[in-house]
């Protein structure tokens, strides 16, 4: 099937950037969009922003729109999550994903995460 492999996580100060990356494997033909979620202490995951490859059609979350950029590299099966001006409220595991297809809303393959903390 599928493997993601996130990396790229760490510990940044806030104002700081981070880029994440998650380098697909297997079925990489079947994706139809790639995207980030994110999962704090003691909340639950939440949307963080998507790609579709076809067209390139990009999403993002309100809480980090205008700070966060989402690209792809389909010569290495590889996706970013570019992040700048880090707040700490963006401290969370930050989990990579992968919709196979357009006609079903759910992301079936998921990476194990990597952990991103933002000190203030």
């Known amino acids: 099937q599928v493997q993601l492999v996130e990396s790229g996580g760490g510990l940044v100060q806030a104002g700081g950037s981070l880029r994440l990356s998650c380098a697909a494997s297997g079925r990489t033909f079947s994706s139809y969009a790639m995207g980030w979620f994110r999962q704090a202490p003691g909340k639950e995951r939440e949307f963080v922003s998507t790609?579709?490859?076809?067209?390139?059609?990009?999403s993002y979350a309100d809480s980090v729109k205008g700070r966060f950029t989402i690209s792809g590299d389909n010569a290495k099966n590889t996706v970013y999550l570019q992040m700048n001006s880090l707040k700490p409220e963006d401290t969370a595991v930050y989990y990579c994903a992968l919709r196979t297809t357009r006609w079903v809303e759910q992301y079936t393959y998921w990476g194990s995460g990597t952990q991103v903390i933002v000190s203030s």
């Open positions: 790609i579709t490859w076809s067209g390139g059609s990009t």
